[in-house]
């Protein structure tokens, strides 16, 4: 039996958690008979109080994967209080050389260096991302937990994000565009990046026609545009009345030292 609650009049739509929990109190589930309650609160800590208090709950199961770095970021650039974001670059490469058709291939690499960046970084810039919050976020979790005698399942959580295969190679950096001499370069990726974004913001409606996955885009699009603004040209976004004076001096040839960054990666 379900049973659907919600501790705040605030609270994300969704039935995610009945697909979840079918396993259990279906009749084919392990036990058939058990009631399951579902709820939707952003308050996770409050959410466990409602549960136990008014429900009598002593299991709960919830998605708290470990701290996604990106996300944080993504986050951030979600509350960007700069109009700039969206401004074209004055000052890129017009002798790059663009297309229609290999548009979203760059995004792809973009991506992924962007997110290479972050957690090739995330142990000297942990204050950015709040890892210090989340900890005590679980520790809070966890006492009130043993003190009602409530077990917490801590599932993956739909946000955990990993350091990929394609992070920890070079070959995502290895386009034309990148190139100078045969060799990667840092400038021709911050060249070329300029240009694509320029691009990007002139053919939008044709390159994602759909408004919805245009958004998302061109949101990623200015997600990677403060991670790479701050990492090769040291510029700074403002977001909620703070400076995003995060990623130390960015050392990008030991970060293209493929058994470096794999190290680094392994110590995360």
């Known amino acids: 039996m379900f049973k659907k609650t919600n501790s705040n009049s605030t609270y994300k739509k969704g ?8 396993i259990i109190g279906t009749d084919f589930g392990i036990n058939p008979n058990a009631s399951i309650y579902y709820e939707t609160s ?22 708290l994967g470990p701290v996604d770095p990106y996300y944080q970021v993504k986050k951030a650039v979600q509350n960007l209080n700069s109009s700039g974001i969206g401004i074209k670059y004055y000052d890129f490469d017009e002798k790059i050389m663009i297309s229609h058709q290999n548009i979203k291939e760059l995004l792809h690499s973009f991506k992924i260096l962007a997110k290479a960046i972050i957690y ?18 679980y520790k809070a979790i966890g006492e009130y937990a043993l003190e009602n005698d409530i077990k917490i399942i801590q599932s993956s959580g739909n946000s955990n994000d990993e350091v990929s295969e394609y992070m920890t190679n070079n070959d995502f950096l290895n386009k034309p565009q990148f190139l100078e001499d045969g060799r990667i370069s840092k400038n021709k990726i911050y060249r070329a990046f300029k240009s694509f974004f320029n691009l990007a913001q002139n053919w939008q409606s044709d390159l994602w ?7 998302s885009n061109i949101n990623l ?28 001096p960015f050392n990008f040839d030991s970060f293209l030292d493929v058994n470096n960054k794999k190290r680094i990666y392994l110590m995360l």
Not at 15 to 22: D, I, Q
Not at 228 to 247: A, P, Q, S
């Open 209 to 215: 026609p759909n408004e919805d996955e245009r958004n």
């Open 120 to 137: 090739y970084t995330y142990r000297d810039n942990k204050q950015i991302y709040r890892a210090s919050d989340t900890q005590n976020f």
């Open 15 to 22: 039935n995610h958690g009945y697909a979840v929990t079918s």
């Open 42 to 63: 952003e308050n996770l800590i409050k959410s466990v109080k409602n549960l136990h208090n008014n429900y009598g709950i002593k299991l709960i199961n919830m998605s």
């Open 221 to 248: 699009i200015y997600v990677i545009r403060v991670i790479l603004d701050k990492t090769f040209d040291d510029i700074r976004w403002i977001y909620k009345g703070e400076n995003t004076n995060w990623l130390r």
